[in-house]
């Protein structure tokens, strides 16, 4: 069976807005962990979300561009019930200067690695228990895998080079006052848009 386009799984009107209602307070919450952690305001817009093919990946982030390179953490993550599946994966990226504000605010993780690790914790398994929590799914994260410090391009090459689709929600972070520029991505294949869906749908009804 050949693998369904982009167009054809977009989401209805009413199940976009639901996504979209879900996917701001999850990242409030985010942005109140993160403001605690650093001891800094955590500046934030409305998640962009969107079903795109995989190699359109990296053209697709319009608010996280590097012309050096990037460091970043992935995350798998899997919710299993009533014998369904629906899996994602969390990637975490932090541009250069990021790194330094981080090394400033979080001098107790001098070690790059352990920061990014770290990072990729607060925010991507705080997005996660927020989600579960309003869809009623317990969503259960391996550890983070670090992402060496490469191009954004095979960043997102190397994370997502078997897929096809993806539905992204993509949340862009800022400190005030402060260079950083960090991006989480939720990154669902096509098996799991498709999951998503039917599970809106149940909240709608």
Not at 36 to 64: M, Y
Not at 71 to 97: C, I, K, N, P
Not at 149 to 164: A, G, Y
Request: charged letters at 20%.
């Amino acid at each position: 069976m050949s693998a369904a386009s982009s167009d054809s799984l977009q989401y209805s009107e009413d199940q976009r807005d639901c996504l979209q209602e879900i996917c701001n307070v999850a990242v409030g919450q985010v942005g109140d962990t993160l403001a605690r952690k650093l001891g800094v305001f955590v500046t934030l817009p409305i998640p962009a979300i969107n079903i795109i093919k995989a190699e359109q990946l990296s053209q697709s982030l319009k608010s996280f561009s590097s012309s050096a390179g990037i460091y970043a953490a992935s995350q798998l993550f899997t919710s299993r019930q009533d014998g369904s599946e629906l899996s994602g994966l969390a990637l975490v990226m932090l541009s250069e200067d990021s790194l330094s504000d981080l090394k400033e605010l979080m001098p107790e993780l001098a070690n790059t690695d352990a920061l990014i690790t770290e990072t990729c914790c607060n925010m991507a398994q705080t997005c996660l228990d927020a989600l579960s929590e309003h869809w009623g799914l317990g969503f259960q994260s391996e550890a983070p895998k670090l992402v060496r410090h490469e191009s954004l391009k095979v960043v997102c090459e190397s994370v997502v080079s078997s897929w096809k689709n993806i539905l992204v929600v993509e949340i862009n972070y800022h400190l005030e006052g402060r260079a950083f520029n960090g991006d989480l991505l939720l990154l669902f294949p096509d098996q799991a848009i498709e999951a998503m869906a039917q599970r809106l749908d149940e909240l709608l009804a």
